[in-house]
């Protein structure tokens, strides 16, 4: 669940970043045809100029700002896949973790079944015995009485 929302979360990041992206792109370009339209009316009309100019440097700025948004969001991205990779291994470590505690437990558990049956093994010689001596005093018993 956790995994699902850092990638949810990683792809509208990404997304952000492309869309600022164009936006700083485009920014900068007309930026770059205010200053260059500034330069060629600069001869004719200087206040003119100064104007196109300061727009210029406005969207430069803006088309700045735009990038250094995309760089935060950059690094908020860079930061999330890092999240997604640590709660990934962290997963598989869990994963691991558990098949290894279940391993343990069926080993233990057939030990435990191969102990029980040794020890019934070792038992039934004595068993026999004693089933042994009791027919014989049952069939002792039963003579006894028809005498």
Same mark, same amino acid.
């Given at each position: 669940?956790?995994? =699902?929302?850092?990638? &949810?979360? /990683?792809?509208?990041?990404?997304?952000?970043?492309?869309?600022?992206?164009?936006?700083?792109? +485009?920014?900068?370009?007309?930026?770059?045809?205010? +200053?260059? /339209?500034? /330069? !060629?009316?600069?001869?004719?009309?200087? +206040? /003119?100029?100064?104007?196109?100019?300061?727009?210029?440097?406005?969207?430069?700025?803006?088309?700045?700002?735009?990038?250094?948004?995309?760089?935060?969001?950059? %690094?908020? &991205?860079?930061?999330? %896949?890092? #999240?997604?990779?640590?709660?990934? !291994?962290?997963?598989?470590?869990?994963?691991?973790?558990?098949?290894?505690?279940?391993?343990?437990?069926?080993?233990?558990? %057939?030990?435990?079944?191969?102990?029980?049956?040794?020890?019934?093994?070792?038992?039934?010689?004595?068993?026999? @015995?004693?089933?042994?001596? @009791?027919? #014989?005093?049952? =069939?002792?018993?039963?003579?006894?009485?028809?005498?």
């Amino acid at each position: 669940m956790w995994t =699902f929302q850092l990638a &949810k979360l /990683a792809r509208l990041v990404r997304s952000e970043v492309q869309t600022l992206s164009s936006t700083a792109a +485009a920014t900068a370009a007309t930026a770059a045809e205010a +200053a260059a /339209a500034a /330069a !060629a009316a600069a001869d004719e009309d200087p +206040a /003119a100029a100064n104007a196109v100019y300061a727009d210029s440097l406005s969207l430069l700025s803006d088309s700045l700002s735009v990038h250094g948004q995309e760089i935060d969001l950059y %690094e908020e &991205k860079e930061e999330i %896949e890092t #999240q997604q990779q640590a709660a990934a !291994a962290a997963a598989e470590e869990e994963e691991e973790q558990q098949q290894q505690q279940q391993e343990q437990t069926e080993q233990q558990r %057939e030990t435990q079944e191969l102990l029980l049956l040794r020890q019934l093994l070792q038992q039934l010689p004595q068993l026999q @015995q004693q089933q042994q001596q @009791q027919q #014989q005093q049952a =069939f002792s018993r039963q003579n006894t009485s028809l005498c």
